[in-house]
């Protein structure tokens, strides 16, 4: 059920621009709400993409999908997203990301536009950590309108009752998990 990938971001990668997906969970006129608390440092790395909802700017990904965050010296995130195309080439995005409140906000922005588009507020896309294990190994990214989800990894597969477990609570936010596309590994 749930394949094996490296990811994209959405973050994964992750770039969080998706179509809208539609749910019969009544909590989805409840207001989405991030984790408490995120460790941003600790985030840092690669994310694998394990599955997302379908979306315009991953089309053309075809599999192994891996969002590699990292660190900069001014607080900012430097975000690259790669994935294979159905040729085998691997597409690679370079963004940006920034957090958006205080220095343990789950809210962050991010954009891959050019550095000079920067100052528009459009072309930043809300990135919101909603769900994020204890041990910072599977976590669910969002936006506060529902219509991008992804569940990205540490590892290229998941545990399935982690996975299942994780569903779960995204339904109870108003998330259809059948509304997820899981990513291929190769």
Avoid: H
Avoid at 23 to 37: A, M
Avoid at 129 to 136: A, C, P, Q, R, S
Wanted: aromatic share 10%; glycine share 4%.
């Amino acid at each position: 059920m749930i394949k094996q990938i490296t990811s994209a971001l959405a973050l994964s990668s992750f770039a969080l621009v998706a179509s809208a997906q539609e749910t019969s969970n009544t909590k989805v006129s409840e207001p989405l709400t991030p984790i408490s608390r995120l460790d941003v440092p600790r985030y840092m790395g690669d994310w694998f993409e394990i599955a997302r909802t379908e979306n315009w700017f991953q089309k053309d990904c075809q599999g192994a999908a891996k969002a590699t965050y990292t660190l900069q010296p001014d607080g900012k995130v430097r975000v690259v997203n790669q994935c294979r195309l159905v040729n085998g080439e691997v597409k690679e995005a370079v963004g940006q990301a920034r957090q958006i409140g205080s220095a343990t906000s789950a809210k962050l922005e991010v954009r891959f536009a050019p550095a000079w588009l920067s100052f528009l507020p459009f072309v930043w896309g809300d990135y919101w950590v909603i769900d994020l294990d204890n041990d910072y190994q599977l976590v669910a990214v969002s936006e506060p309108s529902r219509k991008y989800l992804w569940i990205l990894s540490r590892a290229p597969t998941v545990d399935l009752a982690a996975y299942e477990d994780l569903l779960g609570r995204l339904k109870q936010k108003g998330f259809d998990p059948q509304q997820l596309r899981p990513t291929q590994k190769n």
